[in-house]
């Protein structure tokens, strides 16, 4: 069996290492609480699907805000390429919007009478016909 690697024009997001702690000044080396701690690049291919898995408090959902620009603090500055885009977050919050790029929180209320797909895209009406007339 051959495995296959994905190209790097196939790269839809790169994000730069990562750390992240919820203080009320920049967090120090000294401080070992880390809220999150991603040492290396991580790159997510189209084509794929991925997973975050970890325990109860390990930093996946801070992961994921920080990644949607979700959390305004000065030392929260995320560094990524979406759609072959640099954005710096959460200053490029909107542009990475406009580029299609979406969180589901887990505890947002989800409309029964709507397909998974509506409810998705009731934020982002227009970029949802987009997507979907590809």
Known sequence: MTAVTPAESD????????????????P???????????????ELHSGYAYSLLGDNTSGKSTFIRLMAGLIDRPWA????????????????RLQLISLGFRVAHQNDPLFPHLSIWDNICLGAPTTCIHRANR
């Open 28 to 42: 120090t080396d000294a401080q070992s609480q880390w809220k999150l701690r991603i040492p290396t690049a991580i």
């Open 11 to 26: 790269i839809l997001l790169r994000l730069q290492p990562v750390v992240f702690a919820y203080y009320s000044a920049r």
């Open 77 to 92: 500055t995320v560094s990524m390429e979406f759609a072959h885009n640099r954005l710096l977050l959460p200053r490029d």
